[in-house]
């Protein structure tokens, strides 16, 4: 045996060139102090789903953990995140059927949901910052993210009411505005309408390279628009078999004017993140879905993994591949695990 083990120690010492990789992984601390790769709090956007009236929250069914908030809810919720130093705050609103049409006009009321619940959180919590979504999907009766002539999505108009859109988002304080539309041109014409209006202080984080996904369905359930969607997305949104095309997209984006950029979905797309992130060196975001989270949180549930370590392992992965930092409905758990 211990001539075996000698012999053996000489050939790993030849080949290795007496390089053991594995001391620096030895310990936990050691581990900790060479890792490349740090989950911070301050990586973290956190996902709210705000709904009308008063009372208690109301359970996302398809995304265990997750509810829909009323406006004093959301007020909650940006004080939590306050006080677990979450930078931002994304806010979706669940519309009433009832104030859904064509052309999702409700959008465009300054008094919408949205915005009330940004007024209440910015009024209450100004620290936090507050990302509003710039699409139609939550107001449309169709349940697209612009309008529609027969079958077909229209860009340049559908664009004209995104820019109204964005403009009362952020008279009513809203500080990052997030065209997750994929209409062609709508950075330029947003950043124009924006700046035309005063809001020349609100920055826009394009979902520059967003893919036609079956990763969205628990957060379609969430706004109230799966169950109406006519077709799918597939005309404006990108194919999944794309790489090069993303890098267009964001390039344009860019070019027109956004301040960051977005993939979405993440884990599925890292790919397209890390190309992103070390083509252009801005702010690269990713979106952590609704499906990614609950595929995570079911398997939880049933025992067939430590969600716990999985979800700080999928953040990881995607600060790994280059985001600056990740949209997640983990964010208070996650937050909360590390303050410690």
């Not at 990763?215 to 790489?243: C, E, H, I, W």
Request: net charge negative.
């Amino acid at each position: 045996m211990t001539n075996f083990s000698v012999s053996t120690t000489e050939r790993i010492d030849a080949v290795t060139g007496g390089t053991r990789l594995r001391r620096l992984r030895q310990a936990d601390w050691s581990r900790r102090l060479v890792r490349e790769t740090q989950l911070s709090t301050a990586d973290l956007i956190w996902p709210i789903f705000v709904r009308e009236g008063s009372g208690e929250k109301q359970p996302v069914a398809s995304m265990p953990g997750v509810d829909r908030l009323t406006v004093e809810g959301c007020v909650e919720a940006a004080k939590r995140a306050r006080d677990l130093a979450i930078p931002v705050i994304a806010l979706f609103p669940y519309t009433d059927p009832g104030l859904r049409d064509e052309t999702g006009s409700e959008a465009l009321n300054p008094d919408n949901l949205v915005c009330r619940a940004t007024r209440a959180m910015k009024a209450a919590v100004p620290e936090v910052g507050i990302l509003c979504d710039v699409a139609l999907d939550p107001y449309t009766s169709h349940g697209h993210d612009g309008v529609m002539r027969g079958e077909r999505i229209l860009n340049d108009e559908s664009v004209e009411l995104l820019c109204r859109q964005a403009v009362v988002q952020a008279e009513a304080g809203c500080d990052i505005i997030g065209p997750s539309d994929m209409m062609d041109g709508r950075v330029a014409c947003i950043r124009h309408a924006l700046d035309a209006a005063g809001c020349r202080d609100a920055m826009i984080m394009a979902y520059s390279a967003k893919y036609a996904s079956a990763f969205y369905g628990p957060f379609r359930d969430a706004v109230g628009s799966g169950g109406m969607l006519k077709g799918d997305k597939r005309t404006y949104q990108m194919d999944y078999g794309n790489t090069d095309e993303a890098l267009r997209e964001a390039a344009q984006d860019l070019a027109e004017g956004a301040d960051m950029i977005m993939v979405k979905p993440g884990l599925p797309y890292l790919d397209i993140l890390a190309r992103l992130a070390a083509e252009f060196g801005v702010p690269t975001f990713a979106y952590q879905t609704s499906g990614e989270y609950s595929m995570i949180m079911a398997a939880a549930e049933n025992g067939w993994m430590d969600g716990e370590k999985a979800m700080v392992e999928t953040l990881s992965a995607y600060k790994r591949a280059g985001a600056s930092g990740i949209l997640t409905y983990f964010s208070p758990m996650v937050a909360e695990m590390l303050r410690g």
